[in-house]
């Protein structure tokens, strides 16, 4: 079977879409993913030089471990990652102390004020207060409550924005005239600001901003309420939220929102249930850069509990974090979508995500 077939059913002129998302990527977005993971790896340096993690020790060691060195129950993930990570690198020689700094300020000439990069600066600065417990994780990603960084990650970096793009593309295709539009896990409105600047003069009967925080609904509001159909609502993938039963869109999307899910299934099949008949599930997200590989910043992302505090099974997630395509279109399958497809999104052999999309309730619209 043509491994293109479903994409076809999704995207009949693949290749067209396929260079329309090459030329979306910024140019530097497989150079920066790079240069964060190796931002990532000393970050891991830093971790393991400060406590003493033995080379001996395994991420099986991890809970004695953490109890033995004072290290915090919120912070064993990241740990966890650290020692998973030099391990994946075959327990490097370490590098003194002060090198990340230095190596940020080169990265930083290099490509200029990406937000990653700050990102990797910020977490550094806050991993020993987070290991002990003097700061949560969450307050060393958005100190004081700020989101800046937050947002301008989703935004500006030339790796993240490639999902919010690649997701616009793949709703602008798959939207009918006249359609209506569910985005959930919105956020900071990268996916949102990235589809209405794509669809911008054609006929969009309603798009649904959601997500479960207050504070990023009321930040959008600001930003988007000079568009007369976008609607905002609380929505919560694991249920409970203001959402009527009845909602029936044509395409649910979300960037990289869809992995934040305690669970999966649960999640999907929610989803599901509130697109039309032969309506479509978009997901673009993230993925670890080849299966056996893990995703280097997961030891960022790890500061926040939503990123690991998840329901693991061995058929979809094995562990915390992006998932690698072939899972999702597994998990898509499993939740009963048809015409499953995942178009990776890459460049220079760098796999950096992907846009994944089924169809509900299988039939033709
Ligand atoms: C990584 S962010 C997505 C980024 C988003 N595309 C943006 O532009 O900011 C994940 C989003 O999912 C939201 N979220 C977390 N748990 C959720 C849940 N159970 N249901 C719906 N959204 C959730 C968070 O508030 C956050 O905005």
Redesign the pocket.
Request: proline share 0%; aromatic share 12%.
């Given at each position: 079977l043509c491994p293109d077939v479903g994409l076809r059913v999704a995207l009949p002129d693949l290749d067209a879409f396929r260079a329309r998302l090459d030329r979306s990527l910024h140019p530097d977005a497989a150079a920066v993913a790079a240069e964060v993971d190796r931002l990532c790896l000393h970050v891991c340096f830093k971790v393991a030089a400060e406590y003493g993690l033995p080379r001996t020790a395994t991420p099986f060691m991890l809970e004695p471990l953490c109890r033995r060195l004072g290290i915090v129950r919120e912070a064993e993930y990241v740990v966890g990652i650290v020692l998973e990570t030099l391990q994946e690198e075959g327990f490097p020689h370490m590098p003194p102390p002060d090198e990340l700094p230095r190596l940020c300020a080169k990265a930083r000439e290099r490509f200029g004020d990406e937000p990653f990069i700050r990102l990797v600066e910020r977490c550094a600065g806050g991993v020993r207060a987070f290991l002990v417990g003097e700061r949560r994780g969450w307050d060393v990603v958005f100190p004081r409550g700020d989101l800046e960084l937050w947002a301008d990650l989703?935004h500006r970096s030339a790796v993240m924005s490639a999902f919010?793009k690649a997701a616009a593309l793949a709703v602008d295709a798959l939207v009918p005239d006249g359609g209506e539009i569910l985005e959930?896990?919105?956020?900071?409105?990268?996916?949102t600001a990235a589809f209405l600047d794509r669809v911008d003069g054609r006929p969009i009967e309603r798009y649904l901003f959601t997500?479960?925080?207050d504070t990023?609904l009321r930040r959008a509001r600001r930003r988007f309420g000079d568009r007369p159909f976008v609607d905002y609502a609380r929505?919560?993938?694991?249920g409970d939220d203001d959402l009527g039963l009845d909602l029936q869109v044509d395409v649910a999307v979300g960037?990289?929102?869809l992995h934040?899910?305690r669970s999966l299934p649960a999640a999907v099949d929610r989803l599901r249930r509130m697109v039309r008949p032969g309506g479509w599930i978009v997901a673009a997200e993230g993925s670890p850069p080849a299966p056996g590989r893990s995703w280097r910043p997961n030891v960022l992302f790890g500061f926040l509990e939503?990123w690991w505090n998840v329901e693991t099974d061995p058929a979809f997630r094995s562990a915390p974090g992006f998932l690698l395509l072939e899972a999702w279109e597994a998990l898509f399958r499993h939740s009963g979508l048809t015409d499953v497809a995942a178009l990776p999104i890459e460049q220079s052999g760098r796999r950096l995500g992907g846009v994944v999309v089924g169809r509900a309730h299988g039939g033709v619209r």
């Open positions: 989703h919010s959930f896990g919105a956020g900071t409105g990268a996916g997500d479960v925080s990023f929505f919560d993938l694991e960037v990289n929102a934040v899910a939503g």
